[in-house]
């Protein structure tokens, strides 16, 4: 089974928090060797276990998303803030292929990594480096996490609802999208080094990825002077699309109908058979300007029944729909079960845990080289001892002088 592409590639990892660390577990489930660089010295933020970890037992290792997005590597522990540590960490880079990091920017060159410095040491290394916005330019010290590179993007401009303020979309929303977009940018540049044998540094900002995820707001702007109205729910291509409550706690729907026949479809599962021929109703255009008459009968119908049996009947009927899930309903949903997204892993610590793994199939890889995320510098005696060539009595002691801390 060819699961593991990117054997031999190997990964001093630098990222913290998420973007960094889901990039590289799209790498090492595809069989790379990513070494996470950690230090008790400036613990990961999921690391410190803000709220309970895992069977509500605080702790270092038992941090629910820590263990979900560190998956597929190793941790070793070095303290960069020490000259010996910081020797270590170029040792590192030097027998590696890419370095991944999402710090802001300029921490990297404050730490002694910057780009020259690495590419002096490894002059093939791939250095993908990840900030809100960008490593250069009049706004680069800005710092932040998903809600506040979300608005430097301008996505919370389209994503409120009609009539009312922008709104964002959730903290973690734009993390996954930018750690992907890491992930097969280093991809990318180990394709252009196969070709070329030279390296390359990749400078993202997270803000201009989140940014082309909105093309079409963006390029109505700018060739068109027009600035995209907020609809919330609402779509400027079919109608009626919503969200709407269904019976229960805090249950949903979303539901869009895209054509006069799903729309027909509509009318009959709703109990109004008679909007299937009615004029106001048989054009896109005349169903959004009655919008609000139809978004009232289709929520008096979901209310009385659960997000599901709405599902279930509008498929049906032919119209697209599908319920809004909770955490504890999206882990049971058979949707997600027969796409394969949940994987069982045996943590160390925490013992058996489903959590969701890479959203995407090759038709050549049959299952991803999935490893538990690893305990905190689990693996720092095998990368300082075996890769770089620490003696016993050499690693001890910087143990004790916390250098490997």
Request: with cysteine.
């Amino acid at each position: 089974m060819n699961n593991r592409p990117l054997e031999g590639i190997r990964v001093a990892d630098f990222g913290w928090i998420l973007a960094g660390p889901y990039a590289t577990a799209w790498l090492g489930s595809l069989g790379a060797e990513v070494i996470r660089v950690e230090s008790r010295s400036r613990l990961d933020f999921h690391r410190q276990n803000l709220g309970a970890g895992a069977d509500g037992v605080p702790g270092i290792n038992r941090g629910a998303v820590f263990n979900s997005l560190n998956f597929s590597r190793k941790s070793v522990r070095l303290n960069l803030s020490t000259p010996r540590g910081l020797e270590l960490a170029k040792e590192l880079v030097r027998r590696s292929d890419i370095v991944m990091e999402n710090y802001a920017a300029g921490v990297m060159e404050k730490m002694g990594l910057g780009y020259e410095t690495l590419k002096a040491i490894n002059a093939g290394v791939v250095v993908i480096a990840t900030s809100p916005l960008g490593q250069t330019g009049p706004d680069r010290a800005a710092t932040g996490w998903g809600p506040n590179v979300q608005a430097y993007a301008g996505l919370p401009h389209l994503t409120g609802y009609e009539g009312g303020p922008p709104s964002g979309l959730g903290g973690l929303y734009p993390d996954f999208m930018i750690g992907t977009v890491m992930a097969f940018t280093a991809l990318s540049a180990l394709h252009a080094r196969n070709r070329t044998g030279e390296g390359q540094y990749v400078d993202l900002s997270m803000a201009q990825i989140v940014s082309t995820m909105i093309p079409e707001g963006i390029m109505d702007f700018a060739m068109n002077s027009r600035e995209p109205p907020r609809r919330g729910n609402r779509s400027p291509k079919h109608a009626p699309r919503g969200v709407y409550r269904c019976r229960g706690d805090d249950k949903w729907v979303a539901v869009e109908v895209g054509d006069g026949e799903a729309w027909q479809g509509l009318a009959g599962a709703i109990g109004r058979p008679e909007w299937a021929g009615d004029a106001r109703f048989a054009s896109v255009e005349g169903r959004r300007a009655h919008h609000d008459e139809i978004d009232a009968a289709i929520t008096a119908w979901t209310r009385e029944r659960t997000h599901y049996e709405v599902m279930h009947a509008l498929q049906a009927a032919g119209v697209n729909a599908a319920p809004c899930l909770d955490p504890y309903e999206l882990l049971e949903d058979e949707g997600m079960a027969d796409r394969d997204l949940y994987v069982e892993m045996d943590h160390p610590e925490v013992g058996p845990r489903r959590i969701a793994g890479l959203p995407g199939r090759s038709s050549d890889i049959e299952a991803y080289d999935y490893g538990p995320a690893p305990l905190f510098g689990e693996h720092s005696e095998e990368v300082c001892r075996g890769l770089l060539g620490l003696g016993a009595d050499e690693y001890e002691r910087l143990v004790e002088e916390q250098v490997i801390w």
